[in-house]
């Protein structure tokens, strides 16, 4: 036996390493290996390369980040980290030249982070960077201006507002290839904003890598 399932609770067999039954884990939502930055509704105002994500915003998945993000189980990121490796291996597998020199994990405020007792975001990103054979660059972003209230309870058109010049690249990053990893994309607000802050610094590229993409109408849980 190795524990129980993160989705049903039925005890594992030794088979079952991923902390998922064989049920569950084929009911998983996946998305096929394609760059999502076409569905962004403001492609006027989008930043970044890829946008990636290995699953639909679903009721496992989100039964899933809501443990991760809010009941304090950081032990998930080692649940969750194999699939989106997988799935940004899948991404790049015809785009060899494309893989990223480094990971960045989407920042919070100071203030969330001591509400949390640590950032998602941060766990997912070192637990992947193992995964991928990639270096993460620590404290390369920060969130310098809060968005007042959970980015879920705000209109599409309100995101961007709340997210413009929102973060901060903290260093010289001239003719590097990054990829921002972070839980769940929606409009991509949040995830511009990271990019544009590193672009400005002189990234040669940014990807998005999260583990669920929601459409921008769906309710989701946020920092």
Not at 67 to 89: D, N, S, T
Request: hydrophobic share 40%; aromatic share 8%; charged share 20%.
């Amino acid at each position: 036996m190795l524990g129980y399932c993160w989705l049903c609770d039925q005890s594992l067999r030794i088979a079952e390493s991923s902390g998922l039954c064989h049920v569950c884990l084929h009911d998983l939502p996946r998305l096929p290996p394609s760059c999502l930055r076409w569905r962004c509704q403001r492609p006027d105002r989008a930043q970044g390369r890829y946008w990636f994500a290995a699953f639909r915003w679903q009721a496992d998945i989100q039964h899933l980040i809501h443990r991760f993000k809010f009941q304090r189980c950081p032990e998930l990121a080692g649940i969750l980290a194999p699939f989106l490796a997988a799935q940004v291996h899948h991404c790049y597998r015809e785009r060899d030249d494309a893989w990223p020199d480094m990971l960045v994990a989407m920042p919070m405020t100071y203030k969330r982070w001591c509400q949390r007792g640590y950032n998602q975001a941060g766990l997912l990103t070192h637990q992947v960077a193992e995964l991928v054979q990639l270096p993460v660059a620590t404290g390369l972003l920060r969130r310098i201006r809060d968005d007042d209230g959970a980015q879920h309870h705000a209109a599409a058109g309100q995101r961007w507002q709340n997210m413009h010049r929102s973060m901060h690249c903290s260093r010289d990053v001239s003719g590097l290839k990054l990829a921002i990893i972070d839980d769940v994309l929606t409009t991509g607000a949040s995830i511009s904003a990271a990019a544009d802050a590193l672009l400005r610094r002189g990234a040669r590229a940014v990807d998005a890598w999260t583990l669920a993409y929601a459409e921008p109408h769906q309710p989701v849980i946020s920092d």
